[in-house]
């Protein structure tokens, strides 16, 4: 039953929480009418591979909690590029870069305050380049799961369904990972951009970001690069939750210490060119230094609070895990033979 | 013949009649997995994964009353017709009914394409 148990939390991690349990709970119980039907057929209990082969004729994951779906959204211009299956996961990974590019953005506009006159075009070309991006992927994602090629339905399947081996622990979604990886890899992308646009920005106002800026770019891309890593890793092993719980962690601990050094660097803009500036270039950059240092304060009293709860998390994950460990038989599927 | 339009149009046929079928059925009380083998019995075979959604869809719409039981050691949720339910199948099977007859009619009186041969 254990490969049951597998298919069906699956399905429970892509299902709305207010109707997961009730759904899981039907859904079990007309796998088990199955199960019996046939095993009352050929007279004896089902192997694990009739049982997994039972599972895949009933449809993959994605295919099924997407059938109970009240979310119908779906992004299309003319023909459906985005179906109601992956909208939901499209939406959130089109919300999370979006609004990271927003508040850099605005968060640079307000450093700069009155320098910078085009906010809204730089928010418009920057918003414009994540959304092509991200929609491209998950559109050609979505002919991937429409596809009529069985190679291609097969490696969606593969995908989709839980790994043959694995226990009970809760999993990392299949589906969130490889959504994280396309956020990242997108941001990963757009990090050069945004960092030209910062620095034109300086530059109109003859100032040039300091050498302590070309650490976090470094970091910044290591910690996404990590955060890929980790997304692919899970999505491979999606029952290594601590893998995502450490790696999240590890990442927030490394934001607050970068942002910390930051603070600690004091120059955060320099004099562009000659490094010989006027008293107008000097007031702007005492402005522009002071807004970077109230930006960072703020970044890092959040980072502080977030690297909090990450490290209560894992201390609660490893008491969970010790204590569970003897009693972890709680089955969905057998819950329901009573 | 194009058989993916030809699909296409089948399943647009058929979908608003596994509704009138299902509610029909289920004037009897059924769980899931029986209502779907009485359904395919009478030639109505529907997919799983189409008849549980639309089963939470007419119940959530008040056509249906569901329960959870107890039957060979196992819980089921039962399905039945509700009051609102039991007065809206009267209406769409009379409204079906009204559809044959006009079809009925129309494939009689349209002229029969000219044979080959």
């Not at chain 1, 030209?196 to 770019?217: C, Q, S, T």
């Not at chain 1, 490394?254 to 320099?270: F, P």
Request: aromatic letters at 8%; proline letters at 4%.
């Amino acid at each position: 039953m254990h490969r049951l148990d597998a298919y069906l939390k699956t399905i429970a991690q892509l299902l709305p929480a207010a109707e997961r349990h009730d759904i899981v709970k039907e859904l079990s119980e007309n796998l088990l009418s199955h199960i019996e039907d046939r095993e009352a057929r050929l007279r004896r209990p089902l192997t694990d591979a009739e049982i997994e082969a039972l599972a895949r004729d009933f449809g993959s994951p994605l295919e099924v909690a997407g059938r109970y779906r009240q979310d119908t959204r779906v992004l299309a211009f003319g023909r459906i590029l985005v179906g109601p299956v992956l909208f939901p996961f499209y939406a959130k990974v089109l919300a999370f870069n979006l609004g990271i590019t927003a508040a850099a953005i605005t968060i640079v506009a307000a450093v700069l305050r009155t320098q910078f006159t085009n906010l809204p075009q730089t928010l418009l070309v920057h918003l414009s380049i994540q959304f092509g991006i991200v929609t491209v992927i998950f559109s050609l994602a979505e002919r991937g799961l429409g596809s009529r090629h069985e190679s291609f339905r097969a490696a969606y399947q593969a995908l989709l369904t839980p790994p043959s081996r694995g226990s009970d622990h809760s999993r990392v979604s299949r589906l969130g990972s490889l959504s994280q990886i396309v956020a990242l890899v997108v941001l990963l992308a757009w990090l050069p951009a945004f960092g030209n646009a910062a620095r034109g920005a300086l530059a109109e106002i003859g100032l040039a970001l300091a050498p302590a800026w070309h650490a976090v770019y470094v970091t910044l891309a290591c910690l996404w690069g990590a955060g890929i890593v980790q997304a692919a890793i899970n999505v491979v092993r999606p029952q290594w939750t601590r893998v995502y719980w450490v790696t999240r962690a590890a990442s927030d601990l490394a934001w607050l210490v970068m942002v910390t050094a930051l603070l600690g660097a004091g120059a955060w803009v320099v004099p562009l060119g000659t490094g010989v500036s006027s008293p107008a270039v000097s007031r702007v950059a005492h402005g522009v230094s002071h807004g970077i240092f109230v930006s960072l304060v703020v970044t890092a009293v959040i980072s502080a609070i977030v690297v909090f709860f990450d490290l209560r998390r894992l201390a609660g994950l490893e008491r969970g895990r010790r204590g569970g460990s003897s009693g972890r038989a709680s089955s969905t599927a057998e819950e329901h033979r009573t | 013949m194009n058989p993916e339009l030809y699909e296409n149009l089948r399943l647009e046929l058929r979908r608003g009649s596994v509704i009138v079928a299902v509610l029909a059925q289920l004037r009897q009380e059924h769980y899931g997995y029986m209502l779907r083998k009485a359904l395919a019995d009478e030639g109505m075979a529907i997919d799983e994964n189409t008849l549980y959604p639309l089963l939470r869809r007419l119940e959530s719409q008040g056509l249906l009353v569901s329960q959870w039981r107890e039957e060979d050691k196992r819980n089921k949720r039962f399905y039945r017709l509700s009051a609102d339910g039991e007065q809206i199948l009267a209406r769409l099977l009379e409204e079906w009914r009204n559809i044959t007859d006009s079809l009925t009619r129309i494939a009689d009186d349209a002229p029969s394409a000219p044979r080959r041969g």
